[in-house]
């Protein structure tokens, strides 16, 4: 149920955030969601995409569950994001789709964690598999796993 609930939530955020952002106003994010600062700085407010916000969102949420700090080192982030497309109408591929990495940069400016580190793994998947994200706790060993399917066949985990 708090999974389910977590899903309702994030998606009521994106679309909140979708359709101010598409209003054709001036409008300045992160004077409405300050905590976006660091990932608008990264990326810039033009090129914020829903996908950038998807790995920003799932990464406060595990850093809420699990909990933890930005930068532990007790915690391995691993997602297919970067790989994983997802369409968004029957149009098909190429021309109706997004492409995942942007919640890659998401997820590294509000955990910290960077390949480099060793900490976030990306291993390689199909373009049409699952969008998935898991955070690990070494020290509890806890998971936290949240994954997105294509449009029409989305799946939350049981209970």
Known sequence: MKRRLTSVILTIFLCSLLAVTSSGLEYNIVSDYPELKPLVELVGEE?????????????????RLLPFSRGSAAVLTITNAGYPVIETDTAGWPETYFTTEG????????????????????????????LWFAFFDKNTGECVYIFRGQPGCSQDLPG
């Open 103 to 130: 919640a890659i940069d998401g997820i590294l400016v509000t955990t910290g964690h960077t390949p480099g580190q060793g900490n976030l793994l990306i291993p390689q998947s199909c373009i049409y598999t699952p």
């Open 47 to 63: 090129d914020l995409s829903v996908m950038h916000l998807l790995g920003f969102r799932v990464a406060d949420e595990a850093m």
